[in-house]
Structures are given as structure tokens and as C-alpha cells.
């Protein structure tokens, strides 16, 4: 288990620099921890590293569990690599009921990347987070690129929320789906088409190929119902098998024409920019939420608002007010 106290700032970034994925693993972990006397030398760690981040492709991949977004990544970064570019997979974990730590399972699902001295795999816990990613996913992308990783691929667990969410982080997202798994009706649900830049139906081999085939068809024809998320560039829908490998020099060949068409027209770095600011406010909101749970007028008050709401005595909305009105100093806790 790394420790975040067992290095400087200093030293951290030392060994960002240096390209040493164990500092880079524990440097992730010092950022991804809630303890309040990290806080002070992870956003140290991350100022004096900004500078050398944000020339990587950042790439987002989703699908429901089971679509095989772990063996298609693995597909993909082992091509990648042959390519000559390093890779670090950011793969977002469902969190342990019991410990609330990750469970781990992507990254023994992809066991031969995981050998590769330029891949670099970290699971992070959701911990309960909406969407599916994990809390500090954006601050351990930045230090991936630090650490000289050319390309972020960043994995969801592909439930409810994490599309939306992975989208606001990354250039360029992925929808893998699964052959049969659905009819037309699959193709234009709003929310989940509409917000991929790709859809790409995976495990098209075997008996798969003619359902496959169906399902492209399928997803074709419900992007053209809708705006394409991205300006100038027109999702299409194509076939892969991760565990024959077709098809994975086709996805990436179309990730690559993503930037080439669009980085000079100023998308990617316009998208970027939004994104900062949405980070911005998803960050003030964290903030502002810690500091109203840990107020101690609050604490002390929540026993007695609780037990109000419980008994009838009281409406959601009037505990709220009444809490937030000891949070900002305007009541005291006792006459609530």
C-alpha cells in the first residue's frame, strides 16, 4: 500500500519527471485522498507540473458492463505501444461495498498490457461518486501527461450518469455496444447516442457478425436524428472484435483523423477550455458541500434537524433552509 506522507512534494514531481510509474502510482493515491493534511501537497504537486500537461490525446471509452471495453482497451493499447506512444489506461472501478477502495478487477483483466513498461493501468474507486468517476480523474490524467504518457484512455463503468460525466473530461469519447443487444429503439436513446463522437459495436465475429452488422445499421441511422456533439466532425458507427483484433487499427485510424481534422480548427483546445471551467464549478460544489457537513454548528444541529424530518415535524425543504441558515451564521443551532 503506498503512503502519501512518505514523500515531499518535491520528491514527487522528481519522480513524475523522471518517468518512475511507482511515484506516479502514490502520487495519484496523494491526490485521491480525503485526509485534509494532503490536500496542501497534492495541489502543490499539481501546480508545479500544470505546465508540462495537455499534449496528450484524451480518449474516453463507455459501454455497459459486459460490452468488453476492458479487452477492447487492452486490444487497442498493446497496438498502440507496438506504435511507439505510451499509454496510461485511467480505468474508474465500482468501490468496494465493505472497504470503499477499488475493486481492481480491470486491471487483472488486462494482464498483458499491464506487463508493458510503457502502459501504465490504475484502477481508482468510484466511492460513490454520480457518474461513475472518480473524484480526482482529471488531476491524475494531468499527472499522466506529466509523467510523459502520450495518450489517456479513460474508462467508465458505463452506468446511469457516467457517459455525461466522462464526457465533460475527455476530447474524445468511445460508446462500445454489443451485437443483439437491443433493437431500433436502442439506437436513439437520447443521452447516450447523442453525446459519443463514436459508437463502435464490438464482438462482431463468429455468430455475432450478421447481428452486428444489424446493430451498425442500427446506430447509423439514429445519428443522423441528432446533433453531433462535436462541432465539424460527424459520428459514424463501425464494427470491432477486441479478441481478433479487428477492427482496432480502424478505431484508432478514426481517433487520429479526430484530431487531425479538428485540433487545427481549434475544437479540441476550445473543448478543453469549457472543460476547465466545468471543473471549475465541480470542484466549488465538492467544496462547498465538505465544508457544510464538516461545520460544526451543523454536526451538532443534524441530530435534532433529523429527527424532525423523521417525525413530520419538519419538511426536507424547512430542515434545509434552517441548516444552511446555521451554516452561514444567521441561526443559532439552538432556536432551529
Known amino acids: 500500500m503506498t503512503k502519501p506522507d512518505s514523500l515531499s512534494a518535491g520528491d514527487y514531481v522528481k519522480g513524475i519527471l523522471a518517468h518512475d510509474r511507482i511515484v506516479l502510482a502514490q502520487a495519484i493515491t496523494l491526490i485521491e485522498s480525503q485526509a485534509r493534511r494532503h490536500e496542501a501537497p497534492a495541489q502543490e504537486v499539481l501546480r508545479q507540473i500544470l505546465p508540462l500537461t495537455g499534449t496528450a490525446r484524451r480518449v474516453g471509452i463507455s459501454g455497459s458492463p459486459g460490452v468488453g471495453k476492458s479487452t477492447?482497451?487492452?486490444?487497442?493499447?498493446?497496438?498502440?505501444?507496438?506504435?511507439?506512444?505510451?499509454?496510461?489506461?485511467?480505468?474508474?472501478?465500482?468501490?468496494?461495498?465493505?472497504?470503499?477502495?477499488?475493486?481492481?478487477?480491470?486491471?487483472?483483466?488486462?494482464?498483458?498490457?499491464?506487463?508493458?513498461?510503457?502502459?501504465?493501468?490504475?484502477?481508482?474507486?468510484?466511492?460513490?461518486?454520480?457518474?461513475?468517476?472518480?473524484?480526482?480523474?482529471?488531476?491524475a490524467m494531468l499527472l499522466c501527461e506529466a509523467a510523459g504518457f502520450d495518450i489517456i484512455i479513460v474508462e467508465s463503468v458505463g452506468v446511469g450518469q457516467s457517459e455525461v460525466t466522462l464526457r465533460s473530461m475527455v476530447d474524445y469519447l468511445l460508446l462500445?455496444?454489443?451485437?443483439?443487444?437491443?433493437?431500433?429503439?436502442?439506437?436513439?436513446k437520447k443521452g447516450i447516442v447523442e453525446i459519443a463522437d463514436d459508437i463502435l459495436i464490438n464482438?462482431?465475429?463468429?455468430?455475432?457478425?450478421?447481428?452486428?452488422?444489424?446493430?451498425?445499421?442500427?446506430?447509423?441511422?439514429?445519428l443522423g436524428c441528432f446533433m453531433p456533439v462535436?462541432?465539424?466532425?460527424?459520428p459514424g458507427a463501425s464494427l470491432c472484435s477486441a479478441v481478433t483484433g479487428q477492427g482496432v487499427a480502424e478505431a484508432w485510424e478514426r481517433i487520429e483523423t479526430f484530431y487531425s481534422e479538428l485540433e487545427p480548427k481549434g475544437v479540441v483546445a476550445a473543448r478543453r477550455r469549457k472543460q476547465m471551467l466545468d471543473w471549475l464549478g465541480d470542484i466549488i460544489r465538492d467544496m462547498l458541500l465538505r465544508d457544510f457537513y464538516h461545520d460544526p454548528a451543523v454536526e451538532k444541529a443534524w441530530p435534532a434537524v433529523r429527527k424532525a424530518v423523521l417525525a413530520g415535524e419538519k419538511t426536507a425543504v424547512q430542515a434545509a433552509i434552517g441548516l444552511l441558515a446555521i451554516h452561514h451564521g444567521n441561526l443559532n443551532s439552538e432556536k432551529l
Open 203 to 222: 464482438k462482431a465475429d463468429g455468430e455475432n457478425k450478421l447481428a452486428a452488422e444489424q446493430a451498425r445499421l442500427y446506430q447509423q441511422s439514429a
Open 176 to 188: 462500445l455496444l454489443l451485437p443483439g443487444a437491443g433493437d431500433e429503439l436502442q439506437g436513439i
Open 230 to 234: 462535436t462541432e465539424g466532425w460527424m
Open 72 to 139: 477492447f482497451i487492452e486490444a487497442l493499447g498493446l497496438y498502440l505501444i507496438k506504435k511507439g506512444h505510451k499509454l496510461a489506461v485511467l480505468t474508474i472501478d465500482p468501490s468496494s461495498i465493505i472497504s470503499g477502495g477499488s475493486i481492481l478487477g480491470d486491471k487483472t483483466r488486462m494482464e498483458g498490457l499491464s506487463r508493458e513498461p510503457n502502459a501504465f493501468i490504475r484502477p481508482s474507486p468510484t466511492a460513490g461518486n454520480p457518474g461513475g468517476v472518480a473524484r480526482c480523474t482529471r488531476e
